[in-house]
């Protein structure tokens, strides 16, 4: 691949790379397994939320009902439901909207902040995540979980650690 252009404007970080000129591009083997990831991430995905059509759910709508029904009450802040979820608050309005047509969920007020809302996991969407729930994992053991042995399944994960750590630190900077 031939290097891009540089000059392009961005917003420069102290140590940015690009505004200093020191580009470290990927090597052969980091751009197999930077592709292999994104492939293999968008396949699962798209493989284990084809395995939610038939019950009429998304991911965004499983992994919603999955923190809801691991959560105190049943119940999430939605801030702090749009954090779990890794989703903007604008985004899982809409979605909680969706799903509250649905009878997934519901909306309360929150009494400690009159501006707070809370997004609680009503009976039919208890329900629903305990008829789901053994094919969702079904389909997870399928195509991810299952093809890795013990050792592989540990290597991953410890890989992922610093990764989605720096992540996470990263999400809320601008």
């Not at 293999?40 to 084809?50: G, I």
């Not at 759910?57 to 890794?86: F, G, H, K, Q």
């Not at 305990?130 to 540990?154: G, K, M, N, T, W």
Request: charge should be negative.
């Amino acid at each position: 691949m031939n290097a891009p252009d540089t000059d392009t404007p961005h917003p420069a970080t102290p140590d940015d790379p690009i505004a200093s000129g020191r580009i470290d591009w990927l090597s052969d083997s980091e751009q197999r397994l930077w592709r292999g990831w994104l492939q293999a991430t968008r396949l699962l995905n798209t493989l284990v939320e084809r395995d939610l059509n038939p019950f009429d759910l998304t991911m965004y709508d499983y992994e919603i009902l999955v923190n809801l029904s691991e959560a105190p009450e049943r119940r999430m802040r939605m801030t702090d439901l749009a954090m779990a979820s890794v989703q903007s608050k604008s985004r899982l309005s809409h979605q909680i909207t969706r799903m509250e047509k649905a009878g997934l969920v519901r909306r309360e007020s929150c009494d400690q902040d009159r501006r707070g809302l809370y997004a609680v996991l009503t009976e039919h969407g208890w329900d629903t995540i305990r008829a789901v729930a053994p094919h969702h994992v079904a389909s997870v053991r399928q195509h991810f979980i299952d093809l890795l042995d013990d050792e592989r399944r540990a290597a991953l994960a410890s890989a992922l650690e610093p990764v989605l750590r720096h992540l996470e630190e990263s999400r809320d900077r601008p």
